[in-house]
C-alpha cells in the first residue's frame, strides 16, 4: 500500500522542504502544486538573446539530455516535468500536482495535473509518463534502468514508479536538473514522426511552441497562451547562436539582442559601466576541472604517475585567471563537486607553486618537461583553456589547445574518444552522488576510468538508507579522488550575463543556480 500524506499549504511544504535537505533528507514524502497564475493579457513583443553555443537539435529532446546545463536553456521553454526547480522551490510540483512514498522506499506516485494538454492537442496522461521514462536515454539512464522494476500505469491521472530496492537519490535524479528523466513528451506524436522527426519539430507541454529552427543559428519560439501555470507575456523568443564574445556585447548595446550569455574579462567590465546594461552574474553549481584520462587508458603514459598530476595542479593560477576572466566573481575550488551539493567534502584548494611543479615533474623522471599533445575543451571555454595551456608550459608541460564546439565536445567526451588533457565541467543540479555517477563511477557518461577502492565505495552509498553512513561513504570518496590527484579542479564558474534596457524581468537567477533565463513565463518586457 502506499501511504499518502495530506497536502499543506504552500508556505509550510517549502518549510518542510529546506529543513529536509539541510538535514539531508532529500527526498521527499509528498509535493504540493502552485496555484495557477493566470494572465488576462495577450502576449505581445519579441525578447531576442545572444547565445554563447551553436544551437543543437539533441537539446529540444528531454532523452538525451547529458549531465549539463546547457539543453534546460530549451526544456524549460518547450517542455514539462512532473517535477522540476522553480523559484522559490528546487522540487516544484509541475506537470505532477502531487506525489507519494511508500512506507518502505520502494514506491513513488504521482498524481497529474488534469486539463494539460500537449503543443498538438493531445492531452497529457499516465501513459506519456511511462513512455518518457522508458525512452529515456540521457545522463543517468543506467541507474534508471537498473534500479526501477516497473513503472505502472494506475489510471490516465496517476503513475507508479516501483524499484528493485530503495534508492535514495531518485528525486533527485527525477525532480530536480540533475538528468532530463522527468520531462515529459508526447507518446502518440513522438511514435507518429519518430526521434529524429520529434528533434526536427519539437512538441512538448511547456510555456513556448516551436516555429522554425535554423540548424546550429536561431531558434524562434511562440507563446503557447494554454500554458497551465500562466500565459506568457512575452509573444516570441528567440534564441540566436553568437559564439563570439565581442559580437554578443556589441549585439546587447545596439538592441540586435536583449540577453546576451557568457560576457567575460574585459567585457564584462565594459557591460559593466555601459548604461543602461545590466551585468547580471549568476552562480550554477558549474564546476570545471582537468581529467587526464591516460591515467587509466596508456600505461606508458606520464600522467599513470601521480607526481605528474600533481605538477598540473600546482602550475596554474587560478586566482590570477578568475580576476582575467570572471572579475573575481569565480569561487576556487578544490573540487570537482559544488561547494552548495549534499554530501560535498571541502577538499584543500589548490596552490600556485610552479617551482614545486618543476620539482615533481624531475622526479618523476621528467626534468625538462614532456610533449602532453592535445588539451580539448568546450570551445565556449576555450578563453580558460588558454589560459591554463599557458600556465602549464612555464612548469614543462607543453600542450596544444584543442577547442571544440560545444555538442561535438560533449558528443566525443561522451563516447571516451578524447585524451591526453580535457577540460570537463558541469553545471547540472544534483547532490554528490549524482555528479560522480556522472563523471567518476564505472559507466558513467564521461567517464574514463576509476580506481578499485573508489569504485567499492559508490557501490556502497548508492542503496544506503542511513544518511551518516551515505555521507561518510561519500567523503571518502572525495577524499580518496583528491589523495591520488585523479583530477586537477579549477573553479566553481561565474557565470557573468548581461541584458539591455527593453527587458524588466530577464528571468536571470529567478531559479536559483539555474544559468539561463527561465521561467520563461515569467519574463517580462518594459513598457514603453
Known amino acids: 500500500m502506499i501511504e499518502r500524506v495530506p497536502l499543506r499549504p504552500i ?81 516544484a510540483p509541475s506537470l505532477a500536482e502531487s506525489w507519494t512514498v511508500s512506507p518502505d522506499g520502494l514506491s513513488y506516485e504521482f498524481v497529474l495535473r488534469q486539463g494539460v494538454k500537449f503543443h498538438n492537442g493531445d492531452p497529457l496522461t499516465a501513459e506519456d509518463v511511462k513512455f518518457s521514462i522508458e525512452r529515456y536515454r540521457g545522463a543517468a539512464s543506467g541507474p534508471f534502468k537498473a534500479r526501477v522494476a516497473g513503472v505502472d500505469v494506475i489510471d490516465p491521472h496517476r503513475v507508479r514508479f516501483r524499484f528493485k530496492q530503495p534508492w535514495p537519490d531518485f528525486m533527485t535524479f527525477y ?45 524562434v519560439l511562440e507563446a503557447n497562451e494554454q500554458y497551465w501555470r500562466k500565459t506568457p507575456a512575452v509573444k516570441r523568443l528567440v534564441f540566436k547562436s553568437v559564439p563570439d564574445e565581442s559580437t554578443r556585447l556589441a549585439m546587447l548595446k545596439r538592441g540586435e539582442a536583449d540577453i546576451a550569455y557568457s560576457i567575460r574579462g574585459a567585457l564584462a567590465e565594459e557591460l559593466r559601466r555601459t548604461p543602461g546594461l545590466t551585468l547580471k552574474p549568476n552562480y550554477p553549481p558549474g564546476t570545471f576541472w582537468l581529467v587526464f584520462p591516460e591515467q587509466w587508458t596508456d600505461a606508458r603514459s606520464p600522467w599513470t604517475d601521480k607526481r605528474v598530476r600533481l605538477a598540473a595542479n600546482y602550475a596554474i593560477d587560478r586566482p590570477a585567471i578568475n580576476r582575467a576572466e570572471t572579475l573575481g566573481f569565480s569561487r576556487i575550488t578544490g573540487s570537482m563537486i559544488p561547494h552548495t551539493f549534499q554530501f560535498y567534502w571541502p577538499a584543500p584548494a589548490p596552490s600556485f607553486d610552479p617551482r614545486k611543479a618543476r620539482q615533481l615533474l624531475a622526479e618523476a623522471g621528467y626534468p625538462n618537461g614532456f610533449d602532453a599533445g ?18 602549464l608550459q612555464p612548469v614543462g608541460i607543453r600542450a596544444q589547445l584543442r577547442p571544440l564546439e560545444r555538442a561535438a565536445f560533449i558528443l566525443q567526451n561522451s563516447q571516451k574518444k578524447l585524451k591526453n588533457i580535457i577540460q570537463t565541467a558541469s553545471g547540472a543540479f544534483g547532490n554528490t552522488a549524482t555528479r560522480l ?27 544506503e538508507m542511513d544518511v551518516k553512513k551515505r555521507e561518510a561513504n561519500l567523503h571518502r570518496i572525495q577524499q580518496l579522488i583528491h589523495d591520488k590527484a585523479m583530477v586537477a579542479p579549477i573553479w566553481e564558474l561565474a557565470f557573468i550575463n548581461g541584458h539591455g534596457p527593453r527587458v524588466a524581468e530577464s528571468g536571470l537567477t529567478l531559479i536559483t543556480s539555474h544559468a539561463y533565463s527561465s521561467p520563461y513565463e515569467d519574463l517580462r518586457l518594459t513598457a514603453r
Open 11 to 91: 508556505s509550510l511544504f517549502a518549510l518542510i522542504l529546506v529543513v529536509a535537505l539541510l538535514l539531508g533528507l532529500f527526498v521527499p514524502t509528498e509535493g504540493r502544486s502552485e496555484a495557477p497564475e493566470g494572465r488576462s493579457e495577450a502576449p505581445a513583443g519579441q525578447l531576442t538573446w545572444a547565445v554563447h553555443v551553436s544551437l543543437a537539435p539533441t537539446w529540444f529532446d528531454p532523452a538525451e539530455t547529458t549531465g549539463i546545463i546547457t539543453p534546460f536553456m530549451f526544456l524549460y521553454a518547450l517542455h514539462d516535468a512532473l517535477v522540476k526547480p522553480m523559484p522559490g522551490n528546487p522540487m
Open 374 to 391: 592535445d588539451y580539448y575543451c568546450d570551445a565556449s571555454y576555450a578563453n580558460l583553456g588558454e589560459a591554463v595551456v599557458n600556465y
Open 437 to 463: 555517477d556522472a563523471f567518476v563511477a564505472a559507466g558513467g557518461t564521461f567517464t574514463y576510468g576509476t580506481y578499485a577502492d573508489i569504485e567499492g565505495l559508490i557501490g556502497e552509498q548508492a542503496a
Open 175 to 219: 525532480g530536480t536538473m540533475a538528468t532530463g528523466a522527468g520531462w515529459i513528451v508526447p507518446k502518440k506524436y513522438v511514435e507518429r514522426v519518430g526521434d529524429d522527426g520529434f528533434k526536427k519539430a519539437p512538441v512538448g507541454a511547456g510555456p513556448y511552441k516551436f516555429v522554425s529552427f535554423t540548424p546550429g543559428v536561431e531558434l
